[in-house]
Protein backbone atom coordinates (compact mmCIF):
# COMPACT_ATOMS: atom_id res chain seq x y z
CA UNK A 1 0.00 0.00 0.00
CA UNK A 2 1.17 3.43 -0.89
CA UNK A 3 0.36 6.35 1.11
CA UNK A 4 1.16 9.87 0.78
CA UNK A 5 1.16 12.72 3.78
CA UNK A 6 -0.14 15.92 2.98
CA UNK A 7 -2.78 18.15 2.27
CA UNK A 8 -4.14 15.21 -0.12
CA UNK A 9 -3.91 11.25 1.15
CA UNK A 10 -3.68 9.25 -1.75
CA UNK A 11 -3.76 5.50 -0.55
CA UNK A 12 -2.91 3.14 -3.64
CA UNK A 13 -4.92 -0.02 -3.93
CA UNK A 14 -3.89 -2.87 -2.00
CA UNK A 15 -5.46 -5.04 -4.95
CA UNK A 16 -3.53 -3.74 -7.88
CA UNK A 17 -1.74 -6.03 -10.34
CA UNK A 18 1.66 -5.45 -10.98
CA UNK A 19 1.18 -2.30 -12.45
CA UNK A 20 -1.28 0.40 -11.39
CA UNK A 21 -1.58 4.25 -13.08
CA UNK A 22 -3.11 6.98 -11.56
CA UNK A 23 -3.64 10.65 -13.18
CA UNK A 24 -3.90 13.82 -11.09
CA UNK A 25 -5.54 17.01 -12.60
CA UNK A 26 -5.41 18.91 -9.29
CA UNK A 27 -3.81 21.97 -9.81
CA UNK A 28 -3.17 22.49 -6.28
CA UNK A 29 -1.81 19.47 -5.06
CA UNK A 30 0.70 19.45 -2.39
CA UNK A 31 1.67 16.24 -1.15
CA UNK A 32 5.01 17.08 0.74
CA UNK A 33 8.07 15.01 1.46
CA UNK A 34 6.76 11.38 1.22
CA UNK A 35 8.03 8.59 0.24
CA UNK A 36 5.63 4.52 -1.05
CA UNK A 37 6.66 1.02 -0.77
CA UNK A 38 6.40 0.76 -4.84
CA UNK A 39 8.43 1.78 -7.37
CA UNK A 40 7.42 5.45 -9.52
CA UNK A 41 7.15 5.92 -12.69
CA UNK A 42 6.22 10.07 -12.70
CA UNK A 43 5.70 12.47 -15.48
CA UNK A 44 3.60 14.92 -16.61
CA UNK A 45 2.44 15.01 -20.31
CA UNK A 46 2.62 18.41 -21.18
CA UNK A 47 3.89 20.40 -18.34
CA UNK A 48 7.07 19.89 -15.91
CA UNK A 49 7.56 18.38 -12.54
CA UNK A 50 10.20 19.42 -10.33
CA UNK A 51 10.99 16.52 -7.91
CA UNK A 52 12.62 17.46 -4.33
CA UNK A 53 14.75 15.09 -2.35
CA UNK A 54 16.77 15.22 1.02
CA UNK A 55 20.16 16.25 -1.08
CA UNK A 56 18.91 17.22 -4.95
CA UNK A 57 16.20 19.04 -7.06
CA UNK A 58 15.75 16.83 -10.55
CA UNK A 59 13.36 19.04 -12.97
CA UNK A 60 11.46 16.77 -15.50
CA UNK A 61 10.33 18.01 -18.63
CA UNK A 62 7.54 16.54 -20.85
CA UNK A 63 10.04 14.07 -22.62
CA UNK A 64 10.98 12.81 -19.94
CA UNK A 65 9.85 10.68 -16.83
CA UNK A 66 11.27 9.93 -13.29
CA UNK A 67 11.73 6.43 -11.94
CA UNK A 68 11.68 6.39 -8.24
CA UNK A 69 12.98 3.09 -6.86
CA UNK A 70 10.74 2.36 -3.49
CA UNK A 71 11.23 4.24 0.10
CA UNK A 72 12.77 7.49 -1.09
CA UNK A 73 11.60 10.94 0.40
CA UNK A 74 10.51 13.11 -2.30
CA UNK A 75 7.99 15.96 -2.78
CA UNK A 76 6.79 16.81 -6.24
CA UNK A 77 5.89 20.17 -7.47
CA UNK A 78 3.82 20.29 -11.08
CA UNK A 79 4.36 23.22 -13.04
CA UNK A 80 2.10 23.92 -16.12
CA UNK A 81 0.42 21.09 -17.87
CA UNK A 82 -2.90 19.50 -17.60
CA UNK A 83 -2.04 16.88 -15.46
CA UNK A 84 0.47 14.51 -13.61
CA UNK A 85 0.91 10.90 -14.58
CA UNK A 86 2.19 8.45 -11.80
CA UNK A 87 2.80 4.55 -12.59
CA UNK A 88 3.12 2.26 -9.57
CA UNK A 89 5.10 -0.60 -9.43
CA UNK A 90 4.84 -3.69 -6.95
CA UNK A 91 8.38 -4.69 -6.18
CA UNK A 92 6.90 -8.36 -6.79
CA UNK A 93 6.78 -7.59 -10.00
CA UNK A 94 8.14 -10.66 -12.52
CA UNK A 95 10.02 -8.58 -14.77
CA UNK A 96 13.09 -6.80 -14.63
CA UNK A 97 12.70 -2.84 -13.99
CA UNK A 98 15.58 0.06 -12.79
CA UNK A 99 16.41 -0.39 -9.00
CA UNK A 100 18.12 3.32 -9.32
CA UNK A 101 16.75 6.80 -9.14
CA UNK A 102 17.12 8.23 -13.09
CA UNK A 103 15.53 10.31 -15.57
CA UNK A 104 14.55 8.63 -18.80
CA UNK A 105 14.01 9.98 -22.54
CA UNK A 106 10.62 9.13 -23.53
CA UNK A 107 10.30 7.56 -26.88
CA UNK A 108 7.19 7.32 -28.81
CA UNK A 109 6.39 3.56 -27.57
CA UNK A 110 7.00 3.98 -23.64
CA UNK A 111 5.28 7.40 -24.02
CA UNK A 112 2.15 5.40 -25.85
CA UNK A 113 2.78 2.03 -23.21
CA UNK A 114 2.40 5.04 -19.95
CA UNK A 115 -0.27 6.78 -21.64
CA UNK A 116 -2.10 2.98 -21.94
CA UNK A 117 -1.95 1.78 -18.52
CA UNK A 118 -2.40 4.89 -16.93
CA UNK A 119 -5.53 6.30 -18.33
CA UNK A 120 -6.81 2.69 -18.22
CA UNK A 121 -9.92 2.28 -15.40
CA UNK A 122 -7.95 1.06 -12.40
CA UNK A 123 -9.48 -2.67 -12.04
CA UNK A 124 -8.46 -3.29 -15.78
CA UNK A 125 -6.51 -6.37 -16.40
CA UNK A 126 -3.67 -6.55 -18.60
CA UNK A 127 -2.01 -7.96 -21.22
CA UNK A 128 1.16 -9.92 -19.81
CA UNK A 129 3.12 -8.80 -22.60
CA UNK A 130 2.02 -5.19 -22.36
CA UNK A 131 3.06 -4.86 -18.94
CA UNK A 132 6.51 -6.86 -20.05
CA UNK A 133 7.30 -4.23 -22.71
CA UNK A 134 6.26 -1.72 -20.81
CA UNK A 135 8.73 -2.75 -17.76
CA UNK A 136 11.49 -3.65 -20.58
CA UNK A 137 11.21 0.23 -22.52
CA UNK A 138 11.40 1.50 -18.82
CA UNK A 139 14.69 0.02 -18.31
CA UNK A 140 16.25 0.66 -21.28
CA UNK A 141 15.32 4.00 -21.96
CA UNK A 142 18.16 6.28 -22.74
CA UNK A 143 18.99 8.67 -19.35
CA UNK A 144 19.96 12.32 -19.17
CA UNK A 145 20.73 14.20 -16.46
CA UNK A 146 18.35 17.26 -15.12
CA UNK A 147 19.38 17.15 -11.44
CA UNK A 148 20.63 19.94 -8.96
CA UNK A 149 22.67 18.28 -6.21
CA UNK A 150 22.20 20.27 -2.85
CA UNK A 151 25.11 21.37 -0.40
CA UNK A 152 24.19 20.63 3.32
CA UNK A 153 26.77 23.46 5.13
CA UNK A 154 25.06 25.31 7.49
CA UNK A 155 26.72 28.30 6.12
CA UNK A 156 24.96 28.16 2.86
CA UNK A 157 21.28 27.29 4.22
CA UNK A 158 20.00 30.54 4.36
CA UNK A 159 21.68 31.61 0.86
CA UNK A 160 20.25 28.55 -0.92
CA UNK A 161 16.24 29.30 0.84
CA UNK A 162 16.72 32.59 -0.73
CA UNK A 163 17.30 30.98 -4.45
CA UNK A 164 13.64 30.89 -4.13
CA UNK A 165 13.34 34.73 -5.40
CA UNK A 166 16.38 35.47 -6.72
CA UNK A 167 19.26 33.81 -9.07
CA UNK A 168 22.32 32.77 -7.34
CA UNK A 169 25.49 35.28 -8.01
CA UNK A 170 28.97 34.75 -9.07
CA UNK A 171 31.48 33.33 -6.71
CA UNK A 172 32.46 37.15 -5.48
CA UNK A 173 29.16 37.98 -4.57
CA UNK A 174 28.07 35.29 -3.39
CA UNK A 175 30.72 34.73 -1.20
CA UNK A 176 31.01 38.42 -0.04
CA UNK A 177 27.11 38.17 1.14
CA UNK A 178 27.89 34.54 3.16
CA UNK A 179 31.02 35.93 4.74
CA UNK A 180 33.11 33.42 3.61
CA UNK A 181 36.04 33.26 1.15
CA UNK A 182 36.20 32.28 -2.51
CA UNK A 183 38.01 29.37 -1.43
CA UNK A 184 35.95 27.72 1.57
CA UNK A 185 32.92 28.48 -0.83
CA UNK A 186 34.34 26.85 -3.86
CA UNK A 187 35.64 23.72 -1.25
CA UNK A 188 32.21 23.02 0.03
CA UNK A 189 30.15 23.12 -3.10
CA UNK A 190 33.02 20.76 -4.75
CA UNK A 191 33.17 18.49 -1.46
CA UNK A 192 28.94 18.18 -1.17
CA UNK A 193 27.94 18.42 -4.73
CA UNK A 194 30.84 17.33 -6.86
CA UNK A 195 30.74 19.98 -8.97
CA UNK A 196 32.21 23.62 -8.55
CA UNK A 197 30.48 26.35 -7.62
CA UNK A 198 30.34 28.20 -11.59
CA UNK A 199 29.20 24.13 -12.96
CA UNK A 200 26.70 24.63 -10.35
CA UNK A 201 25.18 27.89 -11.37
CA UNK A 202 25.09 27.18 -14.68
CA UNK A 203 22.80 23.87 -14.06
CA UNK A 204 20.55 26.07 -11.50
CA UNK A 205 20.05 28.84 -14.00
CA UNK A 206 19.38 25.97 -16.65
CA UNK A 207 17.02 23.79 -14.47
CA UNK A 208 15.22 27.16 -13.34
CA UNK A 209 14.51 27.95 -17.06
CA UNK A 210 13.62 25.30 -18.03
CA UNK A 211 10.61 25.59 -14.76
CA UNK A 212 9.85 29.10 -16.60
CA UNK A 213 9.70 27.97 -19.93
CA UNK A 214 7.05 25.51 -18.72
CA UNK A 215 4.95 27.83 -16.91
CA UNK A 216 4.61 30.21 -20.22
CA UNK A 217 7.19 32.53 -19.53
CA UNK A 218 8.59 34.29 -22.28
CA UNK A 219 12.19 34.15 -23.91
CA UNK A 220 13.00 37.54 -22.74
CA UNK A 221 11.02 37.22 -19.75
CA UNK A 222 13.17 34.22 -18.51
CA UNK A 223 16.49 35.91 -19.52
CA UNK A 224 15.47 39.19 -17.18
CA UNK A 225 14.53 37.27 -14.43
CA UNK A 226 17.68 35.02 -14.63
CA UNK A 227 19.63 38.26 -15.04
CA UNK A 228 21.28 37.83 -18.41
CA UNK A 229 22.84 40.52 -19.61
CA UNK A 230 20.65 40.27 -23.05
CA UNK A 231 18.21 37.97 -24.78
CA UNK A 232 20.43 36.49 -27.30
CA UNK A 233 22.96 35.75 -24.27
CA UNK A 234 20.50 33.43 -22.22
CA UNK A 235 19.44 32.14 -26.06
CA UNK A 236 23.20 31.02 -26.30
CA UNK A 237 23.86 29.81 -23.04
CA UNK A 238 20.43 27.44 -23.20
CA UNK A 239 21.41 25.95 -26.62
CA UNK A 240 24.83 25.59 -25.59
CA UNK A 241 23.06 23.30 -22.96
CA UNK A 242 20.22 21.98 -24.73
CA UNK A 243 21.40 21.66 -28.18
CA UNK A 244 18.32 24.17 -29.26
CA UNK A 245 16.91 27.38 -28.47
CA UNK A 246 14.23 28.32 -25.57
CA UNK A 247 11.35 28.71 -28.30
CA UNK A 248 11.91 25.71 -29.75
CA UNK A 249 11.83 24.10 -26.53
CA UNK A 250 8.91 25.81 -25.31
CA UNK A 251 7.18 23.39 -27.99
CA UNK A 252 7.33 20.42 -25.39
CA UNK A 253 4.84 22.24 -23.46
CA UNK A 254 2.49 23.46 -26.33
Given at each position: ???????????????????????????????????????????????????????????????????????????????????????????????????????????????????????????????????????????????????????????????LNSLEEYSPQKLGVMAKKI????????????????????????????????????????????????????????????????????????????
Amino acid sequence: MSIVKGSHDYICDEEFDDVYGFVSNDHQFDWGMHSHQESQLILSPSGCITVNLQSQKLVIPPNCAIWLPPKIEHSIERRGGESLVTLFFKSSIGYTVPNDLRVLRLNSLLNALIQRVSYASSNRQFHPSLIELLCYESYQAPLTDLSLPLPTDSRLLAWLNSLEEYSPQKLGVMAKKIGASEKTISRIFFKETGMHYQEWRKRWLLLKAIELLSEGESVTGCALTLDFSTTSAFIYFFKQAMHTTPSQYRKYFE
